[in-house]
């Protein structure tokens, strides 16, 4: 551990909480929201406002500013702007003195146990908001700016690598869209003209069961069988192989286990996401299981479905929450190509999983290389 100083944020920054009015917010001004602001710092779809758009005042920021979101669950997203603009007011524009590298304390704030304090001093009750007050009050180390510049740079540096990685894992996922539109055809237009079946004539198409409520009750859970939820299958990359609750054996005899191999569709809340169980288990009805005599056919229909998926969701009818039923997917037309071209496709998914794996692998890698090195970093360690 070094001997740097410790100082409380306001000692060298300032929250600069320039107010702009409505009526002076001229046509063109970049403008910020919460929503622009990617965990991690990244923003993204920003645009400019006309004049007279905005019915609330928002604060003035410059290229020299730290953005930081003060809403307890976005107390993770700290932007460093290039570009003069205005942001919401749920932003707080920080503007750094002589002593401190916006670089070095970006980094320093999204820390995970900077998180974590600056969440346990957020108050409020239906929107926890971190005052300017408490935000200034923050404690931070503050070796020599020299330091605080190389700590950043080495910071940006594996932040960059692991950007890179990510940006690999997704366009690989757009490469299993683009194999099934070289094979089939688009398969809303069908231009290729392959038989047309019924989804439920394809194969088995059931809704998961789930008899008791409520769901979580206690007794029904802690026991061996995996329960996998919409959550876990609309946050999954096509394939699910992890779930975070098990049923107990009274969990398992009001529901139903389901094989490995699986097509789960969401169709409550989350419309019409998928994913390929990798191991046997249980869902609720707010899920629905897939099953083909080839898995050459699921593989080929959880991509169908992905093209799908937008059209589905925007047409779910609405009450307290968004929900599609069980008959509507059954009635849906599925192209259907022979047998031995879905297995090809299949094969050529495989081999993209594969590589998928190893990029996963990578990225997991540079991960814990990042925290080890964000835990030394502000430690002198480095």
């Known amino acids: 551990m070094t001997d740097w100083k410790t100082v409380q944020l306001?000692?060298?920054?300032?929250?600069?909480?320039d107010i702009v009015e409505a009526s002076a917010i001229k046509g063109g001004t970049l403008y910020v929201g919460l929503e622009n602001i990617q965990s991690g710092g990244d923003i993204v779809a920003v645009r400019e406002v006309d004049s007279g758009?905005?019915?609330?005042?928002?604060f003035a920021f410059t290229p020299r500013h730290?953005?930081?979101?003060?809403?307890?669950?976005?107390?993770?997203?700290?932007?460093?702007?290039?570009?003069?603009?205005?942001?919401?007011?749920?932003?707080?524009?920080?503007?750094?003195?002589?002593?401190?590298?916006?670089?070095?304390?970006?980094?320093l704030l999204l820390r995970p146990d900077m998180v974590a304090l600056a969440n346990s001093r957020a108050t409020g009750a239906n929107l926890p908001r971190l005052s300017p007050r408490a935000l200034a009050e923050l404690k931070i180390p503050l070796p020599p700016l020299p330091e605080q510049r190389r700590i950043a740079a080495v910071l940006d540096g594996a932040k960059a690598l692991r950007a890179k990685r990510r940006a690999a894992l997704a366009q690989l996922d757009s490469l299993t869209q683009a194999i099934f539109l070289d094979l089939f055809g688009d398969p809303v237009v069908n231009p290729r003209g392959w038989p047309?079946?019924?989804?439920?004539?394809?194969?088995t198409l059931d809704r998961g069961v789930s008899k008791h409520r409520p769901r979580n009750a206690p007794h029904l859970l802690g026991?061996?069988?995996?329960?996998?939820?919409?959550?876990?299958?609309a946050n999954c990359d096509g394939y699910i192989r992890s779930h975070k609750i098990t049923y107990s054996d009274l969990g398992l005899r009001q529901s139903k286990?389901?094989?490995a191999g699986t097509l789960c569709i969401t169709i409550a809340a989350n419309i019409a996401k998928t994913g390929i169980l990798t191991f046997d288990a249980c869902f609720p009805d707010s899920v629905v299981g897939f099953r083909a005599v080839d898995p050459a056919t699921v593989e080929f229909v959880r991509t169908w479905l992905s093209f799908l998926q937008k059209a589905l969701e925007d047409s779910a009818p609405e009450s307290a929450q968004k929900n599609i039923n069980l008959a509507i997917l059954r009635n849906l037309d599925v192209p259907i190509p022979p047998i031995l071209l879905q297995r090809d496709f299949a094969r050529r998914v495989a081999a993209v999983e594969k590589l998928k794996t190893a990029h996963?692998?990578?990225?997991?890698?540079?991960?814990?290389?990042?925290?080890?090195l964000q835990h030394?970093?502000?430690?002198g360690e480095l």
């Not at 460093?80 to 749920?90: K, L, M, V, W, Y």
């Not at 047309?196 to 194969?203: I, P």
């Not at 996963?360 to 080890?372: G, W, Y």
């Not at 030394?376 to 430690?379: E, G, S, Y």
């Open 223 to 233: 026991g061996k069988y995996p329960l996998v939820q919409t959550g876990e299958i």
């Open 196 to 203: 047309l079946k019924k989804f439920g004539d394809v194969g």
């Open 10 to 17: 306001q000692e060298v920054a300032t929250i600069d909480r």
């Open 376 to 379: 030394r970093a502000f430690r």
């Open 360 to 372: 996963r692998a990578s990225l997991a890698e540079l991960d814990a290389l990042f925290a080890s």
């Open 53 to 58: 758009e905005l019915a609330s005042s928002k």
């Open 257 to 259: 286990m389901w094989s």
């Open 66 to 107: 730290l953005l930081y979101g003060k809403l307890r669950p976005y107390l993770a997203k700290i932007a460093r702007p290039q570009f003069d603009g205005i942001c919401s007011t749920d932003i707080l524009p920080v503007l750094l003195g002589p002593k401190l590298d916006r670089d070095y304390l970006a980094h």
